[in-house]
């Protein structure tokens, strides 16, 4: 049973850090992989999708990595800024379905 | 932009009740999902659709819940009879195709059972 695990739970860093957040999955037959933004009380945002034959992702300040044999992913911000300051979600998909870990929760102070 | 939409944004229902939750889905897409989350955990897949027909359900996902594309453009969640432990934020989701494209995600529907 495919499991997705996210490190750190949480993270506090000073505006203008680059920071990476890290998921990691057990079953590495997956499609692809995506990062996703959710702000309190609100929806999901995709970021980024990586296909299963991929290694990386770019959009913007963002930069997403796939190491599909050691069944991780990173997310990399650049200049994290006060409006990044959410939580990050990461889902692999498995044929039919989205399986998600349990987030990062990045807080950016001025 | 094209986008998920859902209503209502918040329903409060009483143990036992039916609520149907509404979906609309990006135009153009041809799978639709419904997720929920129970207050701080984890996203979890209920149910994705396809072709008028459920191609694959979780065990959360039994006889009290139900999924309908009642027209060319809505798609519905029905909780027949509703528990405590129902009460989550219900996500509708939609893509183009299976597997390899993102699935978009609506605001969410938040639903309390009191």
């Known amino acids: 049973k495919q499991e997705v695990t996210q490190i750190p739970a949480a993270l506090s860093v000073p505006e203008g850090e680059n920071l990476v957040l890290n998921c990691s999955f057990t079953?590495?037959?997956?499609?692809?992989l995506q990062w996703f933004r959710q702000d309190p009380g609100k929806g999901l945002t995709s970021l980024l999708l990586i296909q299963s034959s991929q290694r990386e992702q770019t959009s913007g300040r963002l930069n997403a990595s796939l190491d599909k044999s050691s069944g991780r992913s990173t997310l990399y911000i650049a200049a994290s800024q006060p409006g990044d300051s959410a939580t990050y979600l990461c889902a692999v998909m498995d044929t039919d379905k989205l399986i998600f870990g349990t987030g990062t929760r990045l807080q950016v102070f001025p | 932009e094209p986008e998920v939409t859902q209503t209502p944004s918040h329903q409060v229902t009483q143990m036992g009740q039916e609520v149907i939750l509404r979906c609309v889905p990006i135009?153009?897409?041809?799978?639709f999902y419904w997720y929920r989350q129970i207050l701080g955990q984890k996203v979890e897949f209920l149910v994705s659709f396809y072709n008028n027909e459920i191609s694959e359900k979780s065990e959360i996902f039994d006889d009290q819940f139900s999924v309908e594309r009642p027209d060319g453009s809505n798609f519905t969640l029905k909780i027949r009879s509703t528990k405590l432990e129902d009460s989550a934020m219900y996500f509708c989701a939609s893509s183009l195709s299976r597997g390899s494209d993102t699935q978009y995600f609506g605001p969410g529907t938040r639903l309390t059972v009191l």
């Open positions: 135009s153009n897409h041809l799978y």
């Open positions: 079953d590495s037959a997956i499609y692809n």
